[in-house]
Every structure is written in structure tokens, then in C-alpha cells.
């Protein structure tokens, strides 16, 4: 069965403090890692896909990299609108549906 | 850009009323998903679809029911609406030929009272 775990659940960062967050996953035939920013009452936002170990992808302050086990999402510089729940979902051979992990709530401080 | 329209952002329903969700997109998508979201057990899928007239149960379908009468719409129906399902209800879709990845749509907030 595939899973995604993530980590911390929530994040509070001050302003300016750099820091990661961190999707473990186990899934049979990665196509795809995903990651997206989710607002308060909202719908979660598509923010990256990785597809390979050694890949990385960037926007802004953010970062997105991948290794065969884990998936890492760098945020440098952090404002306070970062502030947001950050997803992670994983893509495995045979399906169409994502995995998911249950997020990290991050909360930058002035 | 695809976009997946919910059709409401905000709805306060009866305990015992049949509630309709719907969810439309416009990139031809084969795929669609509806999920609720609660606080500390994240997404749970509750129906998808691959295509048109084609339903799958997700993880948690009891107390739902879905329609997919044509290829840009998914409905998603309680048939008799309790309290514990009060939720957060999000509609994805996603090509079934190249990046796997969804697109959601903005959330309906459901209140069952």
C-alpha cells in the first residue's frame, strides 16, 4: 500500500529564518511527487512535480527536491505570506489516484 | 489554465436533506475526484471517476453517491445528510494520459445542522 508521511505538522518560522519540509513516501513505481499550498478555506494550489531521484524544481523562496525516499521542500527566506499548508502527494505505477499526506501547517512570524 | 468550478463555496444544509455538490471542469480531464478534508485526517477520498458513466468507491463512500453524465461534470450526492458529514468537500481533476497530477477546485464548505 502507498503511503506519504509528512513532516513536522506544523512549522512556525520567523521571518527571514530558513527551514524544509519533509515528505517521506513509499509508493511501487514513483510517476510523479507533487506538492501543493494550500490557504485557509480554500482549495490546495499546485506548486511542483518531480519525477525522478535527483531532480529539483524552484519558485521564489521555494524549493522542491526528490532522492528515492524522500522529497524536501526548501523555503528560503520565508515571509509571512508563506504561511500556508504545504501537501504532499506521490503518483505510484497502475493508478491515477494520489497518495497524500496529511501536510504541514507552516506559520511565519513577523 | 484548468479550472475546476465548485459550484458553492458556502452551503448550510438539514439533517435528512439530499445535498447536491457540483463540479465542473473545462480541460476535457478523463479523470475526477471528490474528497472531503477534516482537521487531522487530511484528504479522504470518497469517489472517483475515469470516465463518462464510470464510478469507483474511494475509501470512504458510505452515506454518498456520485454522477458523471457527461465528461466535464462530477455530482456528488449525500442522500440523506447527518451531521458527520459536515466537512470540507473538494473536487480534482486530472488527464489520464499525462501529468498525474490534480487540479482542485476551491472547496465547498458543507454545515449539516
Known amino acids: 500500500e502507498d503511503q506519504v508521511t509528512q513532516s513536522p505538522e506544523a512549522l512556525r518560522l520567523q521571518e527571514g529564518e530558513s527551514s524544509s519540509l519533509n515528505c517521506s513516501y513509499t509508493v511501487s513505481g514513483l510517476r510523479g511527487l507533487f506538492w501543493y499550498r494550500q490557504d485557509p478555506g480554500k482549495g490546495p494550489e499546485f506548486l511542483f512535480t518531480?519525477?525522478?531521484a535527483g531532480e529539483e524544481k524552484e519558485k521564489e523562496r521555494l524549493k522542491a527536491t526528490l532522492t528515492k525516499k524522500e522529497s524536501f521542500l526548501h523555503i528560503t527566506a520565508p515571509k509571512p505570506e508563506d504561511s500556508a499548508t504545504y501537501l504532499c502527494a506521490a503518483a505510484g505505477a497502475g493508478s491515477y489516484q494520489l497518495t497524500f499526506g496529511k501536510g504541514t501547517k507552516l506559520s511565519v512570524i513577523p | 489554465d484548468v479550472k475546476v468550478t465548485q459550484s458553492s463555496r458556502y452551503l448550510v444544509k438539514w439533517t435528512g436533506e439530499k445535498v447536491f455538490l457540483e463540479c465542473v471542469q473545462d480541460?476535457?480531464?478523463?479523470?475526477m475526484f471528490w474528497y472531503r478534508q477534516d482537521p487531522g485526517l487530511g484528504l479522504r477520498l470518497i469517489y472517483f471517476s475515469y470516465d463518462v458513466k464510470m464510478k469507483e468507491k474511494g475509501d470512504i463512500p458510505e452515506g454518498y453517491s456520485v454522477s458523471r453524465e457527461k465528461k466535464e461534470r462530477f455530482s456528488l450526492i449525500l442522500e440523506s445528510a447527518s451531521t458527520n458529514q459536515t466537512s470540507m468537500y473538494l473536487c480534482a481533476s486530472s488527464s489520464g494520459t499525462e501529468n498525474y497530477g490534480y487540479t482542485f477546485g476551491s472547496g465547498t464548505r458543507l454545515t449539516v445542522v
Open positions: 518531480l519525477y525522478s
Open positions: 480541460m476535457d480531464h478523463e479523470n
